[in-house]
Nanobody, 123 residues
């Protein structure tokens, strides 16, 4: 399984970005997907996850109301919509394929990880 995340960049506080992650195989076959991030000098942090059917999503409490996750089966793509971005959202964002059908916030629940995409939010 190959994952490619893209859509990062340099934005100003208050702007929006949508990250995309495309997989090399059909992830509709029973796998949830998720996004994590790692800020400089910090631990990896859960951001959002979505079940394989897309009927259940899980957003980190600190990001609720600003971030959302969705998926498109036709293009094997999962999206992370980020609104009202803040400088503290600056990080490398990673997408991952879950070992399970449900959405999970636990990193150990993910079997495949993509190379990250950098998001930088200036104040």
């Amino acid at each position: 399984v190959q994952l490619q995340a893209f859509g990062g960049g340099l934005v100003q506080a208050g702007d929006s970005l949508r990250l995309s992650c495309t997989t090399s195989r059909r992830t509709s076959s029973n796998n949830g997907m998720g996004w994590f991030r790692r800020a400089p000098g910090k631990e990896r942090e859960f951001v959002a996850a979505i079940s394989w059917r897309g009927d259940n999503t899980n957003i980190a409490n600190s990001l609720k109301g600003r971030f959302s996750i969705s998926r498109d089966y036709g293009s094997n793509t999962v999206y992370l919509q980020m609104n009202s971005l803040k400088p503290e959202d600056t990080a490398v964002y990673y997408c991952a394929v879950s070992r399970y059908a449900v959405s999970t916030s636990a990193p150990e629940g993910y079997a495949y990880w993509g190379q990250g995409t950098q998001v930088t939010v200036s104040s």
